[in-house]
DNA sequence: AACCCGGGGGT
DNA sequence: ACCCCAGGGTT
């Protein structure tokens, strides 16, 4: 079944990636763990920001054992920092049902890997292709433009990919489109003179190659006020409170904080005192639908708060704006900077 | 179908 | 300053 005409990009593709292939960390071991992990750090995130975490993750939870039996807190921290904090949780939970469900075994069947949190369409047929070499189609952004522009079509029919997948050939098939969509066809000024498609790809052709595939439109972002307290105690250690188990960055630890200007708010919120506040360089920090301008406080204080010395911070779940914080008022020293 | 959920890097 | 990314869950 090739109704588009497609088929044809498949021998250019192949034949380019196999001179330019990425050495990614997470291609180095294919075993099912191994590629569920990266999959699920690779969701909405660059591969090359992923890979210093990947290797860090499977060096502290070498197997998926190891994982499940690791506390909540400390797969939170070998996150911080990636963002899309529900990842770390369903992927914790999705190890746990591995041991107690399957034997410890990531799961062959596709019904029984859909079933495990975090794991959508996409990373059941990434699983599939990387680590059990099926004939699968992993359509993440990179797959599903190159495709569309190659047919000139606003959006990639499913069934159509999955018809021009090479049989036995998934793996370099899946990771070449990556590949060529990473570097190559891009989302904006894509390369296309040093593209090895041009011949075969009709957007090329009709020139379309930036209003293929379709683009949606980013709503405008609220800008909500942010005010945080920096509470130290009298041994210099760090005064935390941990933020709710679901929403905007669930079981994180942050300073004593409120939206609002006034960081007596801040405080009374959780019951904190504090005394000698000078005000540090306020900031922004930008999320996927809201904008934090932060103004963050620096004190002496005390209160029910969890109180954590420097040294043990990178063991710490933190928010961006807390490790910025940090590392203002420490001057960038070594060993805080996770 | 429309929201919610981060942060970094390229342009 | 804006755009985009090896998406999935919830409502």
């Given amino acids: 079944m090739d109704p588009e005409g497609l088929s044809g990009l498949n021998a250019p593709l192949l034949a380019w990636f196999a001179g330019a292939r990425r050495p990614l960390a997470f291609r180095e071991d294919r075993s099912p763990y191994r590629v569920l992990v990266a999959e699920f750090m690779l969701q909405q995130t660059r591969s090359n920001v992923v890979e210093s975490y990947y290797r860090r993750f499977v060096r502290r939870f070498p197997d998926v054992v190891a994982l499940a039996e690791a506390s909540p807190e400390e797969v939170l921290a070998h996150w911080q920092g990636l963002g899309y904090y529900a990842r770390a949780r369903r992927l914790h939970e999705a190890a746990r049902r591995i041991v107690a469900q399957h034997a410890g075994m990531v799961p062959r069947d596709p019904q029984a890997l859909r079933a495990l949190p975090g794991v959508g369409p996409y990373v059941a047929a990434a699983v599939g292709a990387f680590a059990f070499e099926r004939d699968e189609a992993a359509l993440d952004a990179n797959v599903r433009r190159v495709l569309a522009r190659v047919a000139n079509v606003l959006a990639i029919d499913e069934r159509v990919a999955a018809a021009l997948v090479p049989p036995g050939r998934a793996r370099e098939w899946n990771e070449a489109l990556m590949d060529l969509g990473a570097t190559i066809c891009t989302a904006r000024r894509p390369r296309c003179p040093t593209c090895p498609l041009t011949d075969v790809c009709r957007a090329n052709r009709a020139g379309t190659q930036e209003l293929v595939p379709a683009r949606v439109a980013r709503a405008v972002r609220p800008v909500v006020l942010r005010c945080l307290v920096a509470v130290r105690d009298e041994e ?76 043990e911070l990178p063991t710490v779940p933190l928010t961006g704006p807390t490790v910025r914080v940090v590392r203002h008022v420490a001057g960038a020293a070594p060993g805080l900077s996770k």
């Fill in 236 to 311: 210099l250690r760090w005064g935390l409170v941990r933020r709710p188990p679901r929403g905007l960055l669930a079981g994180l630890w942050e300073f004593p904080s409120a939206d609002g200007a006034d960081p007596a708010a801040a405080l009374a919120t959780h019951d904190v005192w504090a005394e000698g506040l000078t005000e540090l360089p306020p900031f922004r920090h930008t999320f996927t639908h809201l904008v934090w301008d932060v103004r963050p406080f620096l004190a002496r204080g005390g209160g029910p708060l969890r109180w954590v010395r420097p040294a």
